[in-house]
């Protein structure tokens, strides 16, 4: 069967078929997560979208487990699979931007790095993923937080178009007015239905944008998170914070890292920042103005093949029991090298908890924080010590938890059992998982495109899950 297999696929994509025994075909499996070491049978690599379309029902009618890769950076491991077909999409990474109409049509496969510098170019953007290598499909589908999201919303709500490519081989163009239903699944629930072979996003005049990073000192942390909570609670709809806890500097001493992105006009506001920032000591400055596509790249950049584990909560509120938790959470953290445990925040306000101009499945729009323990690190056999630490950190966060998983970019673990069907009820919630199971059973009934929670439409019933009784701390 993977003889035939194979040659059918070379004959759509010719010298673009890897199996096991080629030269590249450990590098080209490689994910972003080391601890997904996929080895499937074979990798395809169309490079157009004809080739995509014609590739898809002779990967379906193979009978081989499917995954579609588009940068490969997702968490939960599903851009590969074992002893299956792996469709990469790293060839479809054109972005052309129309500057006079501010849109962008991207293909499925580019990732954020090229976005933004093609944007960048005509003094527009888009919110997009705070590490660029992030794939701009893969972040858009699943929501899509960034920098520029309080005032122009997450990825989703700037999408004006999407292409889809079913499992029949089909190609849908996706709007609110075509496909309403769909439209509103792609928007953060969309990794289950096709491949999006191309998204036409609305762009916006950016040029450069007061931020940077101000890191404070070991003593200084409880007082740094209080003041991550007051700016995400009380800034203007513009200003964008994230929270790192973790190891700075040469030193790898511990410090609370606070990144700042304020996109707007107020020429006072630069200056009120400043004030509050330098509060408290300050141990590292880097916030000024600058071009955006240097805010986007401030975060830096991992290799890929590290392990990772990740597992958050979004929130209502992060009172100081909770701040008290998440510090000595950190400092419960083991790990001392290069990589290192770090508790991630990331406030939410202005467009991203208003109600969306298109309807979206994101479930957790009116949370205010999102909290994550992200472990990273490079050992084996570190493997159960991490996955415990990062799920204290979301333990920790539970008693103040809603919209269950919350950001499903985050989901480490894929949920295709009745645990992840009960996890996919209590993040979208039942209504919005009867809506998903029906445009499942609609557009994929033979299940062919899985990823975090496999949306099964011979799924049990979601009315008869209990959500309360699934344990929410194991297989975050």
Not at 334 to 357: H, I, K, Q, S
């Amino acid at each position: 069967m993977t003889t035939a297999l194979r040659r059918a696929l070379e004959a759509v994509c010719p010298d673009r078929v890897i199996a096991r025994e080629h030269p590249r075909y450990d590098a080209t499996r490689l994910l972003f997560n080391g601890m997904h070491d996929r080895r499937p049978r074979l990798i395809v690599l169309p490079s157009d979208r004809e080739e995509l379309r014609r590739v898809v029902p002779l990967a379906r009618e193979s009978g081989l487990p499917l995954a579609v890769r588009g940068a490969g950076h997702n968490i939960a491991g599903t851009a590969g699979v074992d002893d299956g077909v792996v469709l990469d999409l790293r060839l479809l990474d054109r972005v052309r931007i129309d500057p006079h109409r501010r849109t962008a049509r991207v293909q499925g496969g580019a990732n954020w790095a090229q976005f933004d510098a093609s944007a960048s170019r005509h003094g527009l953007a888009v919110t997009g993923g705070t590490f660029d290598t992030t794939g701009v499909g893969g972040l858009t589908l699943g929501g899509g937080i960034g920098h520029l999201m309080g005032r122009y919303g997450l990825s989703c709500d700037n999408v004006l178009t999407y292409s889809l490519v079913t499992a029949d081989g089909d190609r849908l163009a996706v709007d609110a007015e075509t496909e309403p239903e769909l439209d509103w699944a792609l928007r953060g629930a969309g990794h289950d239905f096709g491949i999006v072979d191309e998204f036409v996003f609305r762009l916006h005049p950016v040029t450069t944008v007061y931020g940077g990073t101000v890191a404070y000192p070991a003593h200084e942390m409880t007082r740094a998170v209080e003041l991550f909570r007051r700016l995400g609670s009380e800034g203007p709809d513009e200003l964008v914070c994230i929270l790192l806890l973790e190891r700075y500097g040469r030193a790898q001493d511990p410090a609370a890292v606070l990144s700042v992105c304020y996109s707007g006009t107020d020429p006072t506001c630069p200056g009120l920042l400043d004030k509050q920032l330098r509060s408290l000591e300050v141990l590292d400055w880097q916030v000024e103005e600058r071009p955006y596509l240097s805010m986007q790249q401030l975060l830096g950049r991992l290799p890929y093949g590290l392990r990772h584990y990740w597992s958050a909560r979004c929130t209502d509120e992060l009172p100081d029991e909770l701040i008290a938790a998440l510090v000595e959470r950190f400092q419960a953290g083991r790990r001392r090298g290069e990589f290192n445990d770090t508790v991630y925040l990331e406030a939410f306000g202005g467009a991203v908890r208003r109600e969306a101009e298109r309807p979206s499945a994101v479930g957790w729009r009116t949370a205010r924080f999102n909290v994550t323990g992200m472990a990273i690190w490079e050992p084996a056999a570190a493997d159960e010590e991490q996955i415990a630490w990062a799920r204290s950190v979301a333990r920790a966060a539970e008693p103040w938890g809603v919209f269950g998983d919350g950001y499903v970019n985050y989901v480490s673990d894929a949920g295709t059992d009745r645990a992840g069907t009960a996890r996919a009820v209590r993040t979208y919630g039942e209504r919005g998982y009867r809506r998903l199971a029906a445009l499942k059973r609609r557009l994929d009934p033979d299940n062919v495109f899985r990823s975090t929670y496999s949306i099964d439409p011979a799924a049990i019933d979601p009315a008869a899950i209990d959500p309360a009784a699934v344990d929410p701390s194991a297989g975050e």
